[in-house]
């Protein structure tokens, strides 16, 4: 079976419950005992494959998930992310997650999400962007040439009030951290998937902060991929209190991710 028949698969054997209303996606959750971190909140790593799992079922309900065409398979890749949050579910809380496409360009598309507790009250908002590669040349394509208007007509002007992802730049040549991808961290392509790099991320920061600090915002630009067996190096600097500016390397030069992470 090949990863275009699984995919296919996986859209339709979703396990959550999907409730679309027009241009914007919902889907009810409940956070499991095994999703959640030492806080009893759920974890930044589940949330964000339930993201990317949102994401992914609203592109296929409306038509503009993966393509095949020309003899070349086109899927989504995660650009850059932006989380924001006040609170997050405790064990076995339903809540919910609401995605909408708020601008395509030719080679990007910007989602936005809003993470709503079980009393449907906001306790954090998502700003990504998305490009469609080819998996045989790893070249981006035209969204609106692959798409249309299974695409533009999805885009939405609902309010997502967090900044966008800004642009981080790490001096520092002194690694705090040093990692080696191994097989749990890759995805179907082979490469580091793009949520073991939030959690190694977050790995950086001592328990004592999670422990006495709650995460306030959540920034990655993912800039090149890494494979099983590269080393990745992590550099970091404080910008401000309880703000933090982070470039993940391999090899101790390339950099493949740089993340901001600020406390409350």
């Known amino acids: 079976m090949n990863i275009w028949t699984i995919a296919k698969k996986n859209i339709e054997n979703r396990s959550w419950k999907a409730m679309s209303n027009n241009q ?7 956070a499991s005992p095994f999703h959640l971190d030492v806080r009893g909140k759920l974890s930044m790593g589940v949330l964000g494959k339930h993201l990317l799992n949102c994401a992914d079922a609203y592109a296929a309900e409306r038509g503009f998930d993966v393509v095949e065409q020309g003899g070349e398979h086109y899927t989504w890749v995660l650009s850059r992310l932006a989380i924001e949050l006040e609170d997050l ?38 700003r990504s962007v998305w490009a469609m590669i080819s998996m045989e040349t790893r070249n981006p394509a035209n969204l609106l040439d692959l798409h249309g208007d299974r695409i533009t007509n999805s885009i939405c002007e609902k309010e997502c009030p967090i900044a966008k992802p800004g642009r981080i730049k790490v001096s520092q040549q002194e690694a705090v951290s040093e990692y080696v ?7 179907i392509n ?28 959540f920034e990655i630009a993912y800039v090149a991929e890494s494979y099983y067996g590269d080393t990745l190096s992590f550099y970091l600097e ?26 409350k």
């Open 190 to 217: 082979g490469h580091v998937n793009s949520i073991k790099y939030i959690e190694h991320i977050l790995d950086i920061f001592p328990l004592d902060i999670y422990k006495k600090k709650a995460l306030k915002r």
């Open 24 to 30: 914007v996606g919902t889907y009810k959750l409940v």
């Open 181 to 187: 991808a191994k097989y749990s961290d890759l995805d």
């Open 238 to 263: 404080e910008k401000n209190e309880n703000e933090y500016d982070i470039e993940v390397r391999k090899s101790s030069t390339e950099v493949v991710v740089r993340s901001k992470v600020i406390f």
């Open 89 to 126: 579910p405790s064990c076995h809380e339903s809540f919910s997650i609401q995605t909408w496409v708020e601008n395509v360009y030719r080679l990007f598309a910007d989602r936005n999400f809003v993470i709503c507790n079980k009393d449907e009250k906001p306790i954090g908002y998502v």
